[in-house]
């Protein structure tokens, strides 16, 4: 069974500040993608980035780029010069190539500080 | 665009009664799933839906149902509500043929059993 392991209940840092979330996933599949995804309070589930495991290069999106390390299982999310508006829960997930099952790590409430 | 509508956004609902969560998509997408989200637990998998007419289990089925009667709908209904069964309810949806594998949420539904 594929597992995916959020080993950070919560963290919080100073607004501007640099926070990288951790992620460790546990699957024998080779092909397969990977997904952070932001809760804020409204309760809406916000794709943040996405990885494809085929692709060695790390997926960015502006302030949000992840450190995929395919050996290790590590799929950790770092997110540069916070913002209040980061704060949320952050979700990282796994899904099989071809696969119906997204499966949710047990998230990371994440607070900027002003 | 509206998306997914999920419908209550809320609910209080006594031990032993029926309740059928509602969600409607209007992407047309084939698709459809619904997720339970417990604090540490992030989310899992109740029941999930490939096509109209199709269903399936997930990780945590018993004491939920599903059905697919067109590609818009994927209704959940509690037959005997339980406490355990307090949760926010999460219906997603995406489009198997899509190459990028995005899952769109609904807003959820709070459901407490007391």
């Known amino acids: 069974a594929q597992t995916v392991t959020q080993s950070q209940p919560e963290m919080s840092v100073q607004e501007a500040e640099t926070v990288t979330l951790s992620c460790t996933y546990d699957?024998?599949?080779?092909?397969?993608?990977l997904f952070w995804y932001k809760q804020p309070p409204s309760r809406q589930m916000i794709l943040v980035i996405r990885?494809?495991?085929?692709?060695?290069q790390n997926a960015t999106e502006n302030r949000f780029s992840v450190n995929f390390q395919k050996a290790a299982k590590s799929f950790s999310l770092k997110i540069s010069d916070s913002q209040l508006g980061d704060t949320a829960m952050y979700f990282c997930a796994f899904m099989i190539w071809g696969a119906q099952k997204l499966v949710f790590g047990q998230g990371t409430r994440l607070t900027i500080n002003p | 665009t509206a998306g997914i509508t999920q419908a209550p956004t809320s609910q209080i609902l006594a031990a032993g009664r029926s309740m059928t969560l509602r969600c409607t998509q209007d992407?047309?997408?084939?698709?459809m799933y619904w997720y339970r989200q417990d604090l540490g637990l992030g989310l899992r998998l109740i029941h999930y839906s490939n096509t109209a007419g199709t269903t399936g289990k997930g990780e945590v089925p018993d004491g939920y149902s599903v059905s697919r009667a067109n590609t818009d709908d994927f209704p959940l209904t509690l037959a005997s509500a339980v406490p355990s069964q307090t949760s926010v309810y999460f219906c997603?949806?995406?489009?198997?043929?899509?190459?990028?594998?995005?899952?769109?949420f609904g807003s959820g539904t709070q459901l407490s059993v007391l």
């Open positions: 992407m047309r997408h084939n698709a």
């Open positions: 699957t024998s599949e080779s092909n397969y993608y």
């Open positions: 990885q494809e495991a085929y692709k060695q």
């Open positions: 997603a949806s995406r489009d198997l043929g899509s190459p990028n594998e995005k899952l769109f």
